[in-house]
Each structure stands twice: as C-alpha cells, then as structure tokens.
C-alpha cells in the first residue's frame, strides 16, 4: 500500500463519521466512564473506615 493509497481512506472515514458520528470515540467515552463507575463501586475504603 502506498502513501497515496493510505490517504484515501481518510475521506470514506470521514463520510463515515459524518454519517453515523465518532463511534470509536463514543464507544472510548463509555469505556472510561464504566471504568470509573466499576472503581468507585468496587471501592471498599469507605466500608472499612479509610475514607
């Protein structure tokens, strides 16, 4: 693959983005908030007088 056809797949990304929005940041987005959420309710401190 050469340079010239790397480039190419940056508009039919971006029609895609534009078509359906950023799924790969939306799914990221949700990833991170389930990892807060999964820490916080596996924080035991709270329970055991740390915090």
């Known amino acids: 693959m050469t340079t010239t056809d790397k480039s190419d797949f940056v508009p039919i990304y971006d029609s895609l983005v534009a078509e359906h929005g950023d799924v790969p940041a939306e799914a990221r987005e949700a990833?991170?908030?389930?990892q807060?959420?999964?820490?916080?309710?596996?924080?035991?401190?709270?329970?055991?007088?740390?915090?």
């Open 31 to 34: 990833a991170e908030e389930i």
């Open 36 to 51: 807060r959420e999964a820490a916080e309710a596996l924080d035991w401190s709270k329970v055991r007088g740390g915090g």
